[in-house]
């Protein structure tokens, strides 16, 4: 079987896996599983035989025309290179774990074989996009991740959460794809084809006539798409949704493919200087604001959204300094380790019942409770704060090795301003990702209280997934070099300086962040003691009841009280009242409160476009009602006056239309006499 043909069926078993799983879904449920998993697996195994054919090499283009349009056509093609070969692995590697991972997870669910064909439709997707050639077939397939992502987030839309933040998801990425769809027409009319490789072709030549304003309406669609500032306060809203959608959003579909179009295109944007300067100034002011806002969330699922924000603004600074091998890199190297800790997330959410990290640090022993989980997450959590060996190290790298060089001047292909932007914002992301990666394992694993709650071995289903991601988590790092023909003949090693300034800010922040941990803990333990020795003092009670007294608390605080928590648990466990240890606090001090609320940018929007737009829809509506609707009301009321006059001359009686028969032929004949004088004497 040709390459082609297998480039093919890569996204189109997914597709037929979702359309009969949706069919079938109700009257045969025993095909459910069957379609959800072997077409996603399948599609991972061909996507790796045509990642191994391609080899790096030259290019594989086809096409067929789609339709005539008497203009630009569009044709159905293929373009794969070594970036979208390898792409196309990492979204059927993680796919497939997804849908393996999903059948325990969601096993008590009612809506699962929707659920199973949405994410088959969703990988299917993606992959179009991976794969694609032209691009309004690509983009079909980002407008159907969108729609995916809005029935997926929205999965328990029992609640009002997720209505919302499946509502909000999509319509902030539909305000990026406004200008997104702009651009590509304006794109396409420059280039006289949608086709990528025409395209590419005419930047080369130096055709593009508005290069600078292409690349930032392009760029309007991949903020929102990708979740970059000032678009990004859709992605933590959508963590309502089942915690194996949020893996395949955040690792391997949906916001990696903003990301992944640049890259596609990076010739496009690097051909305007402002458009990289305006990439990196976003890039940088993301990284540094979703690592600030990481660093103040409870909910341990939001903390992992913003980090997500951050590592893909890590890979649009790599772009930013037109260096798409480190970008693409690191989108491989954090899909994996991602996926990782947000299964690694449903699995500890599943044990403690509860989203809340303020929680998890009152239970004790949770680390026990779920061996495979602690083991695989801290190994997620140190390539997520680029410690080496772990795979996280080499890619971060690669992202500050490329904006060194651009701005010390040993690239020419960007600005050094983009440089410097990227290469500082970097570095001090570098600190705050390893400080809340510290603070997350702290408080989800190191709590001191009571005993965490013990519902026996997490399905096979679930821990085999995580042991299978954790192994790209390690070694993928060190697959650089012999994967350099697939990223452009690009060497991707980590340098002196850079070495020592990321790995140095981050064992800074780590270390930073577990001081405080301790001290915060001992703060904590020292309030909870006073409170028993006061209860003690007022009223003499057994030990038993001073116990119960201590470890008696609500339900676990959920800092996202989902369905999900629910439905994953027999019972929601109690743990011991009192402060959290959350090193958190102190070290954001005055900033903590508004970097747990996003720096308040959800009430900015509300107050600079919601509440206007409200009010222009409410004058609209009164203009409609009392203005418009009063012309219309007003031209039925006179023709239904002028019916009644018309009525009233409608007696019944003969003699009367008689009667006015003859005094009309007489005044006729009376005013025809009158004119015929009149004629005679002119």
Not at 307 to 326: F, N
Request: glycine letters at 8%; one cysteine or more; charged letters at 10%.
């Amino acid at each position: 079987m040709s390459t082609t043909t297998l480039a093919v069926l890569v996204p189109l078993l997914p597709f037929l896996g979702a359309v009969a799983g949706l069919l079938l879904g109700r009257t045969a449920p025993g095909f459910v599983r069957p379609l959800a998993i072997l077409p996603t697996l399948t599609a991972a195994v061909l996507a790796v035989t045509v990642a191994v054919r391609q080899g790096g090499g030259q290019p594989i283009s086809t096409a067929t025309e789609l339709t005539p349009t008497g203009s630009v056509p569009i044709d159905l093609s293929l373009y794969i290179d070594g970036f979208a070969a390898l792409v196309a692995v990492l979204v059927g590697v993680v796919a497939t774990c997804v849908q393996l991972y999903s059948t325990a997870y969601l096993r008590e669910d009612p809506r699962y074989p929707s659920y199973a064909a949405l994410v088959s439709l969703f990988t299917s997707a993606m992959l179009l996009v991976v794969y694609s050639g032209d691009l309004m077939v690509l983009l079909v397939g980002w407008e159907v991740m969108g729609i995916c992502s809005y029935f997926l987030v929205g999965h328990y839309w029992e609640t009002e959460a997720a209505r919302s933040a499946s509502l909000k998801a999509f319509l902030v990425t539909k305000l990026g794809d406004v200008p997104f769809l702009i651009g590509l027409f304006a794109l396409a009319t420059d280039a006289g084809s949608f086709r990528i490789t025409k395209i590419l072709g005419t930047v080369a030549a130096g055709g593009l006539d508005h290069p600078t304003l292409i690349a930032l309406l392009l760029l309007a669609g991949v903020a929102g798409k990708s979740a970059q500032f000032p678009l990004h306060t859709w992605l933590p809203d959508a963590m309502a949704g089942p915690t194996p959608v949020s893996a395949l959003i955040h690792a391997a579909t949906m916001v990696a493919a903003g990301v992944y179009f640049i890259a596609r295109l990076l010739p496009v944007f690097a051909a305007s200087a402002a458009a990289l300067v305006v990439m990196a100034v976003m890039a940088a002011v993301t990284m540094v604001g979703s690592g600030l806002a990481a660093l103040a969330q409870d909910d341990i699922k939001r903390v992992l959204a913003y980090s997500t924000i951050g590592q893909l603004a890590y890979m649009t600074g790599a772009l930013a300094v037109a260096d798409r091998s480190a970008a693409v890199f690191h989108l491989l190297s954090h899909g994996a380790f991602k996926a990782l800790l947000f299964l690694g997330a449903g699995v500890i959410i599943h044990a403690a019942g509860t989203n809340s990290l303020a929680a998890m640090s009152r239970m004790d022993g949770l680390a026990k409770r779920i061996p495979d989980a602690f083991w695989t997450m801290t190994i997620a959590l140190l390539a997520l704060a680029a410690i080496p060996p772990f795979a996280g190290f080499f890619s971060k790298e690669a992202v500050l090795v490329a904006a060194e060089q651009a701005a010390t001047g040993h690239s020419d292909a960007a600005p050094a301003a983009a440089g410097w932007l990227v290469l500082a914002a970097g570095v001090l992301t570098a600190l705050l990702t390893a400080a809340y990666a510290a603070r997350l394992w702290l408080m989800a694993f190191r709590g001191r209280g009571a005993a965490a709650p013990d519902h026996g071995k997490e399905p096979f289903a679930m821990t085999g997934v995580l042991w299978l991601l954790a192994v790209p988590s390690v070694a993928f790092g060190l697959a650089a070099d012999p994967l350099a023909d697939w990223f452009d003949g690009r060497a991707l090693t980590p340098t002196l300086a850079t070495s020592v300034l990321g790995t140095g800010a981050a064992v800074i922040g780590a270390m930073l962040t577990y001081a405080l941990w301790q001290r915060a803990t001992a703060k904590a333990a020292t309030a909870h003691a006073a409170g028993p020795a006061r209860a003690a003092t007022a009223a003499e009670e057994p030990a038993a009841v001073a116990a119960a007294v201590s470890a008696a608390t609500a339900a676990a605080e959920s800092a996202a009280e989902t369905p999900e928590v629910a439905e994953v648990t027999h019972e929601h466990p109690a743990v011991p009242a009192g402060p959290a240890a959350d090193p958190a606090r102190a070290l954001l001090g005055p900033l903590h409160r508004h970097a747990a609320a996003g720096f308040h940018l959800d009430a900015v929007y509300d107050r600079l476009f919601v509440r206007p737009v409200r009010a222009a829809a409410r004058l609209v509506g009164f203009l409609d009602r009392e203005v418009v609707d009063t012309y219309v009301r007003g031209a039925g009321t006179g023709t239904r006056l002028l019916g009644g006059l018309v009525r009233r001359a409608q007696t019944g009686n003969v003699q009367s239309y008689l009667s006015a028969l003859l005094a009309g032929a007489v005044v006729l004949a009376i005013a025809t006499a009158v004119l015929a004088n009149v004629n005679a004497g002119s």
